[in-house]
């Protein structure tokens, strides 16, 4: 595919002297998004200033890229915006410039997911970039490992031929985590390759655990009490995974059989576990020790998210309660400790949220920007835009007050910045 660059007019006033102090060696600099949710998988953007407001005609654009299929979200680091997507037969890798949108490098690997209830057949899962390193998981459950500098390939594993990995409903689309030295996936494989860690050098396999299928949840990491453990909700269960050994810690049931999903990431809020899923599961609360979990709460009235990932901000988690196949939903501010609802907003499209500078970055399936105070009292709203009419479903990511939202066709990078004053 032509690479197609739209540079808004302000552009031109950087100077190329700002524009070379984003090529820094450090892939993890502060403002990064290195992976799905950013730093920390639980959509909290630190050392951010954004604007209170938006002009009539909304936030500017800097730049827009054209993409191809796929709702993958964009990985940002050392001044790239890594975005993978589907062109015909190709999965592609590009890496453009943060501020400009200009390209550095593409990386190209055969696709072959066919597509299942939905016929887009692009990446899901966001790019993991870790010491110079980026990671890539297609909806065809091929891993990949590029450098981040070139893009050169480093190594590639097609999982569903090596684990037998059954036909799923939408492809592959649980993102990757980094645990030490290894890259651990729900693979959704058979004969005990549900969860498999594979060398972040060579993408040899270190070890697989479980029988568990494979969900739309990426997987969160906490260590808790000196004990590290990686959390996975998979097909139909929570799973604490020790990342060295793959030996499990702990594991209980969460999920329902049928056409349905677990999607949002899990939340470790105080050395204790949050989850949800719409489908009837609802929402669940745990305290978590060394080898079990004890209930602090359940139930389906609280948080019943499909897909989109509740965020915390001052002790209390907003999200979206509801269902993309079944909108509207409603926006929901709730205490995590008692499972009670301090505000509800209804009506509201169905979104995922980004919580920076003591506000909800809310980025809707239907093209959406909303900016609304974290704020648990009541519902804030502090500006609304309109950035695309097209399906806009991909992860948004947030660095260094830029807000890069993908729809089915662009790549968007959009100027959130408050002026120093």
Known sequence: MRNTIKLIAYQSLWSAAVLMTLFVTDPCRAGDWPQILGPDRNGVAV??????SFPAQGPSVLWEHRVGEGFAGVAVAAGQVIVFHRVNDTDTA?????????????????????????????PRCVPVVHEGSVYLFSSGNELHSVDLKTGTRRWSRNLAADFDIPDSYFGAGSTPIVAGDSLLVNVGGRKGAG????????????WKATDEQASYSSPTSATLNGVPQVIF????????????????????????????VNAATPQVLDGRLFLTASYGVGAVYRKIG??????????????????????????????VDGRQDVPPARLRCFDPQTGKIQWTKNEFPVANLIVADGKLVIVTDDGGLI?????SDSYHELARARLSRATTRALPALSNGLLYVRDTSSLK?????????
């Open 195 to 206: 969860i498999v860690a594979f060398s972040l050098q060579d993408g040899k396999t270190v």
């Open 94 to 122: 590009e890496a453009l410039e943060a501020l400009s949108g200009a390209p550095i490098w593409k990386q190209e690997f055969p696709a072959s997911y066919a597509g299942g209830i939905n016929a887009d057949r692009g």
């Open 371 to 375: 900016l609304a105070a974290a704020a």
């Open 413 to 421: 990078c959009v100027d959130l910045r408050r002026a120093n004053k």
């Open 233 to 260: 909700a998979t097909r139909l269960s929570a799973v604490s995974i020790d990342p060295v050994a793959g030996k499990v810690r702990w594991r209980f049931p969460f999920g329902a059989r049928g056409p349905t």
């Open 47 to 52: 050392d951010e200033r954004l604007v209170d």
């Open 290 to 319: 060394k080898t079990d979990t004890t209930e602090v709460w359940t139930n389906n009235d609280t948080m019943s998210s499909q897909f989109s990932t509740p965020v915390p901000y001052k002790g209390h988690l907003y999200g």
